[in-house]
């Protein structure tokens, strides 16, 4: 199915089906920035899957693509939480409002990744990108292939528990397949198909399949808790609403000369033949 008509698909199952937070009077954590509570319609256990070469990307609105990338070349190969280094080496700037005094996010995010621990393969100290490349070149029908930015531990210690936070990944013949578990889904913000959650990690399923020598495979996004905000709901449909180009079906282009993990940069990866509709949003953000 097209990306776009999964958008719409997904977006009236939780608009016509969905449970709506308010009913049950119970307060919710999120605000906007007016200090409103910020309540959702949502479902639970939505699942998407992407075959392969489908570029998980919609065309209804406009994906800022090359953030998505940024993100998570600052997530996975700088191993970083640092919102003012992501800021000042990629120019995003939207994980400001969840910074500390330090301009970090504690130990969220890069900080999981960067930590050290013994392989449980090689008994040697190593950190998760770099196990689970390891291990794919080496061992790869190794059945616990998992990087997770989640940890018990560490969560009072984070400014934002993660959303999307975990990969499961698994070899077959040819191919890398990966699944990406989010137990939180903003719909508008990065969540809905062919949203930034989606196309970002597709993009690092990508660049791991390039650097262990596997063509990408499936794809598929598993979000425990997929909402709209009940803010964002005419945004949504006026959304669904919009006309595209059908006959342009994007493609993501990657320097094949990229063999490290460590290597990429931005200037890596193209996207061609993506037209979205130029309409413009302005979406608050829950906080």
């Known amino acids: 199915m097209d990306v776009n008509k999964k958008y719409i698909e997904f977006a009236k199952n939780i608009l016509e089906n969905g449970y709506d937070e308010e009913e049950r009077k119970n307060d919710v954590r999120p605000v906007w920035e007016d200090g409103n509570k910020a309540y959702t319609k949502y479902l639970p256990q939505q699942v998407v899957t992407y075959e392969k070469g489908v570029v998980p990307i919609i065309s209804l609105r406009k994906i800022f693509w090359k953030s998505a990338i940024k993100e998570i070349l600052w997530i996975y190969k700088d191993r970083s939480n640092d919102v003012n280094l992501l800021a000042r080496k990629y120019k995003v700037k939207y994980w400001d409002s969840w910074k500390n005094k330090e301009g970090n996010l504690g130990k969220a995010y890069g900080y999981q990744i960067n930590k050290e621990f013994v392989s449980p ?23 616990r ?6 940890d018990v531990d560490d969560l009072s210690d984070m400014t934002l528990i ?11 013949g040819d191919y890398l397949n990966m699944t990406l578990i989010q137990r939180s889904g903003d719909f508008l913000a990065a969540a809905a198909p062919g949203g930034i959650n989606a196309f970002q990690y597709y993009a690092l399923m990508r660049m791991v ?7 990408p495979g499936q794809f598929v996004h598993f979000i425990q808790n997929a909402h ?8 949504v449909e006026d959304i669904m609403g919009n006309t595209y180009d059908e006959t342009k079906i994007p493609k993501l282009i990657i320097n094949p000369a990229v ?10 990866f193209k996207l061609v033949d993506y037209q979205p509709n130029d309409k413009k949003y302005n979406i608050d953000i829950a906080l």
């Open 209 to 215: 399949s390039q650097v262990t020598g596997f063509k």
């Open 162 to 172: 993660p959303c999307a936070f975990l990969t499961m990944w698994t070899v077959t």
């Open 145 to 150: 292939l998992i990087m997770s930015l989640y």
């Open 259 to 268: 063999k490290e993990f460590k290597d990429f940069t931005i200037d890596d």
């Open 228 to 235: 709209i905000y009940k803010r964002h709901i005419p945004i």
């Open 121 to 143: 393969e090689t008994k040697k100290i190593t950190n998760q990108i770099d196990r689970l490349i390891e291990q794919l070149r080496d061992n790869p029908l190794n059945r």
